[in-house]
């Protein structure tokens, strides 16, 4: 357990509905990022929020995609109008403050879009 | 662009033996350079990383890692393989040109540790 909470753990939905993912980082941690891993790939980057702000889009986050950390805590991922590309595991992770500090994964949302 | 690279898909070794799980890497200046590993359904741990100083960078689960600029690898490595450590290992670079810290993954490769 690195520290770093997700939920749910796996979500199965219907192509054309909206899901959202909840992450809870490290307590101290004021950087966040989300992740997205296909299967037989290494995660690729989704978005990134220092504190609350959310500083940095992959242009792989279409305007479907929406992320937000309202209070520099917990953040959540949006997913409007699913499609069947959207499945993947989306991964959530932390680190503190400045410098190379590695960061902290959390267990993943398995989404799976049928 | 910065990338990451792990040849093998899979790297297959028997219990005791010495293990090693190769990494290169294309970076624009010094590199920041991460392990990490993968567990079915889980999500990423940290192993170890190379930031600077002694090119030996020694990590968690007796793991360590050798850079070598002129190459421009990090392959990871262990002594004594244990059928324990079968994972899913990612190499990764921090993305130097963003000042994010967001980190640039290699493809992964499945290590197979049979008894």
């Known amino acids: 357990d690195t520290g770093v909470s997700q939920d749910p753990r796996h979500k199965i939905t219907k192509r054309g509905q909206n899901v959202t993912f909840r992450c809870d980082p490290i307590?101290?941690?004021?950087?966040l990022y989300w992740y997205r891993q296909t299967l037989g790939q290494g995660p690729e980057f989704l978005t990134y929020?220092?504190?609350?702000?959310?500083?940095?889009k992959s242009r792989l986050l279409s305007d479907r995609f929406s992320a937000e950390r309202p209070k520099g805590s917990f953040s959540t991922l949006e997913i409007q109008r699913t499609e069947q590309g959207d499945s993947a595991m989306y991964l959530c992770?932390?680190?503190?403050?400045?410098?190379?500090?590695?960061?902290?994964f959390g267990p993943g949302t398995r989404l799976t879009v049928l | 662009a910065q990338s990451v690279a792990q040849p093998e898909d899979q790297v297959n070794v028997a219990e005791g033996n010495p293990l090693t799980v190769k990494c290169t890497y294309s970076?624009?200046?010094?590199?920041?350079l991460f392990w990490y590993v993968q567990y079915p359904n889980r999500g990423l741990q940290f192993l170890l990383k190379?930031?600077?100083?002694?090119?030996l960078v020694k990590g968690s689960y007796g793991f360590e890692a050798e850079f070598n600029k002129s190459q421009t690898s990090f392959h990871l490595k262990k002594p004594s393989a244990l059928v324990s450590d079968s994972a899913l290992y990612f190499c990764?670079?921090?993305?130097?040109?963003?000042?994010?810290?967001?980190?640039?993954f290699g493809q992964g490769t499945t290590l197979q540790v049979k008894p």
């Open positions: 190379y930031i600077t100083g002694d090119n």
């Open positions: 992770a932390s680190r503190s403050g400045t410098g190379a500090n590695e960061q902290f």
């Open positions: 307590s101290e941690h004021n950087r």
């Open positions: 990764a670079v921090r993305d130097l040109p963003s000042n994010t810290g967001k980190l640039i």
């Open positions: 970076v624009s200046g010094n590199p920041y």
């Open positions: 929020f220092q504190n609350e702000a959310q500083l940095e």
